[in-house]
């Protein structure tokens, strides 16, 4: 049974940091694309960043290029999203989302709130 499970969000401030992970189990993990995707409180959901399935092939939404790093370890089967300079307009519930064919799977989310 394919499973995905976020974790690492919680509650910074402006400018701060955080390192969000997600723990792939179910299927063979270094063999798919992998992405962020977030939801805003109120907003639809956006596509935030995706990687290759070995890692050389980045891509991120214009919104959080330079200040978020996508990054995988498929010895660990694991995707991080390392997130600086965090701005409010960041607060969002973050999935991961892997590309594994007919219809992607979902993690369960991990909320992010960026708050003074």
């Known amino acids: 049974q394919v499973q995905l499970v976020e974790s690492g969000g919680g509650l910074v401030q402006p400018g701060g940091s955080l390192r969000l992970a997600c723990a792939a189990s179910?299927?063979?993990?270094?063999?798919?694309?992998m992405n962020w995707v977030r939801q805003a409180p109120g907003k639809g959901l956006e596509w935030v960043s995706r990687?290759?399935?070995?890692?050389?092939?980045?891509s991120y939404a214009d919104s959080v290029k330079g200040r978020f790093t996508i990054s995988r370890d498929n010895a660990k089967n694991t995707l991080y999203l390392q997130m600086n300079s965090l701005k409010p307009e960041d607060t969002a519930v973050y999935y991961c989302v892997g590309d594994l064919g007919a219809s992607p799977e979902w993690g369960q989310g991990t909320q992010v709130t960026v708050s003074s």
């Open positions: 179910g299927f063979t993990f270094s063999n798919y694309w």
């Open positions: 990687i290759n399935s070995g890692g050389s092939r980045i």
